[in-house]
């Protein structure tokens, strides 16, 4: 009896130590089941959207570069002008700018006048794309002011010999470069000072030999001294 009811206990201790680890087990592996859902929910969303975006950005871009369109100009041979040009009977001045327009008035050569003579190549550059030379009819200005000629020649090899008659140019107005006229300041002259003129001694004074002491004056009265002297002591001795 003794040794079943060791036997018993062994038993139930083992079994209930099976359960709990089975237990265990279960939950563990509930918990690990929550977990990874939502992480695994939103690294999905996450990813379809930006690549979702970055397709539709990058197709768009490529249709649309694809689709757009240059228009080239067909080519042409420029025609060559040369000639005098004239106003009022006489040659333009040198330098005048002689302009070849066409119907748009667009500008496709200018040239300055040597001589009253001009040349011009017509269009002076080619145009590849963009606004196209379009021939036609040619007028001409100088220096903005219309010629009487036009040109229906527009294009074509060779020179073409086209005198053109101005109107009346604007003489431009000469400019008048002030003279400036540099007046000198006088200086201030100084006054001379004028030297004294020492003058000789008048009378006899020019007989004093020791540098202007007059000696005669004393010489005249010893002499008369002398004399009254001399009277006064003829006079005694007749006595």
């Known amino acids: 009896m003794r040794r079943l009811a ?27 089941a929550q977990t990874t859902t939502p992480t695994a929910t939103e690294t999905a969303t996450v990813v379809a959207t930006e690549t979702a975006t970055v397709v539709a ?18 080519p042409v041979i420029p025609a060559t002008y040369t000639g005098i040009a ?23 050569a200018t040239d300055a006048t040597t001589g009253g003579r001009y040349v011009l190549t017509v269009p002076a550059t080619m145009p590849v794309s963009g606004t196209c030379y379009p021939g036609g009819t040619i007028s001409f200005t100088c220096d903005d002011v219309p010629a009487a000629e036009t040109s229906a020649d527009a294009t074509g090899a060779g ?6 008659t101005c109107g009346a140019l ?32 008048t009378g006899m004074g020019g007989m004093s030999g020791d540098g202007g002491f007059m000696w005669w004056p004393l010489a005249l009265a010893a002499a008369a001294l002398t004399s009254v002297a001399g009277l006064f002591t003829a006079r005694w001795a007749r006595r």
């Open 6 to 32: 060791i036997m018993t206990s062994i038993i139930g201790a083992v079994a209930f130590a099976a359960l709990l680890a089975w237990g265990l087990t279960l939950g563990s592996g509930a918990v690990k």
């Open 86 to 108: 004239s106003s009022a009977g006489q040659p333009v001045p040198d330098g005048t700018t002689i302009s070849a327009l066409d119907s748009d008035g667009v500008v496709w």
């Open 170 to 201: 604007v003489t431009p107005t000469p400019q008048v470069t002030p003279t400036v006229v540099v007046t000198a300041t006088p200086g201030v002259t100084p006054t001379p000072i004028p030297t004294p003129t020492v003058l000789p001694p």
């Open 159 to 164: 020179a073409k010999d086209l005198p053109l």
């Open 57 to 74: 950005t990058e197709t768009a871009t490529v249709v649309a570069t694809e689709t757009a369109t240059v228009e080239y100009c067909d």
